[in-house]
């Protein structure tokens, strides 16, 4: 790793009053990251695991209450002014103002970032131009689609250059083309240098985008890695097997018995899953001993196992069927 | 200082680009002039009656603390919009000092409250009153810190008051009792000992005294240096309060 990340953090947690009288709500634990410059990190976890509230306490909007953490070189409980002007922040909510036009958006932020009026208005043409936003940029941004207001929010928030961008579930609520555009934008940001820290339920945006996956639940982190590292921690890869008759998928599951290539076998509806160490090595071979017995399969599908199957194995869970966002 | 200009002005901007936004604050005035100033002309010959018996030299007045009193008492909602549509959050994580981001709202109520003012005073000259220049000077000065009173407190219970109809309810439960007891509607000593015993409580009370005072010119009255010393005080811990809860993290 690098010799000074752009960020750090040690124990860092956040401890909420909860609802009742003298409860608490830690809604971050002991959290304990280290992001290399250039790095695009991912803190992938359902609704409701911490990841916002993480990334609320590292771009300075709520104060740690354990633990310490530098950010961009500075740290977090006695230097976030110094934090502001280096980082760049899109929030979920986005935060244009509606009757104002995007362009006077924009002019706001990089004023607020202390750039003269000249300045500014070359910084936001520049932008303009790369993102292709000059269509709508005069309009007021209350007109904006879903996916035009995104890519403008992103241009507010590399507005002052930062060398740490934090995306707060970016594609969250976009259709598959701008969310797509999205990507396209923090991958070039990425080419350019900029450090990029990103929180996602959706397991592809996290495998697509990201350097490396925290995966956090319950305000811990449960696994950290590569993507790839990461769905390595399931064994292997996944064969699914369908047949034409109950007969043949049982003749199978008989021939299949012992065999030590097979590490799991799942029953599905007309056939079974079988977890393998290399998939491509075995599939041949589990073909060969089905057609054989005479429990030739109607059809095949090798697929390595996603983040999701990752989650259920280290939560017990599936991340589709967790609790409320808190924060 | 540059910071807190740059917020009100982006703030001038959305309240002006509101079409109904001079109509908006100075409606309910203007319905106060044209139907509940003729009924106080039939009682304004009562013996007793402040103003030498002019309903417009006493009604007026009033009509200019409330004006101040409900367009800043209700800023809070404002701010609760800029915090649901994340606008606040994303001003938050720019470098700009957090005094300036709250003097930048102040800054532009008060300025709204001037204009808002000045008109309402434009307007009465047509129903009749007639205005002390130096007085009404002063006596927008004296709008200007209840203004900063009122947001601050109105801003400072929309940072912590997630639910927009507790809010309304709070600040109504405050508002209505200190409007009335302030005497804008009737003199308050047409009332009993107990509701005048309550108003001699009510800050409002010695607004609108002063405000009476400035208008005719008496700038020399006690009630003028009372309300002034007693908003000043206000408007200075309001803010201060108003100012910490933006230092604080919230949501």
Redesign the interface.
Known sequence: MAASPIIHTEKLGKRFAGHKKGEVVDAVRDLDLEVAKGEIFGLLGPNGAGKTTAMRMLCTLLVPTAGKASVAGFDLTTQAHEIRRHIGYVGQKGGMEQVATGRENLMLHAQLYRMSKAEAARRIDALIGRLKLSTFADRKTETYSGGQRRIFDLASGVINHPELLFLDEPSTGLDPQSRARVWEEVKALHEQGTSIFVTTHYLEEADALCDRVAIVDLGRIVALGTPAELKKQIAGDIITVSYDAPERAEAAVKLLEGNPLVLERHAIEDGHQLYVDKGDEALPVILRTLGQGGAAPKSVHLSRPSLDDVFLKLTGRSMRDTGEEQH | M??MY?IAM?EI??TV??PFWAFSGLFQPIIYLLLFGPLLNGVAGVRGFPGGGNAIQFFAPGLLIMNALFGSGFEGFTLRDKL??????????????RLSLALGFILQTSLNLVVQSILLLVVSLFFGLRIDPLGALLLLALIVLIGITMASISYRLGLMIREGGILAGIVNTFILPAMILSGIMLPINFGPPLIQAAARIDPFYYAVNASRALIEGHVGDPSVLSALVIFAVLAAVCLAIFIRGMRE?VA
């Open positions: 540059r910071e740059l982006n901007r959305v680009r509101n649901d549509s994340g606008f606040l959050e994303r001003l938050r994580v720019t470098p700009i000092s993290a």
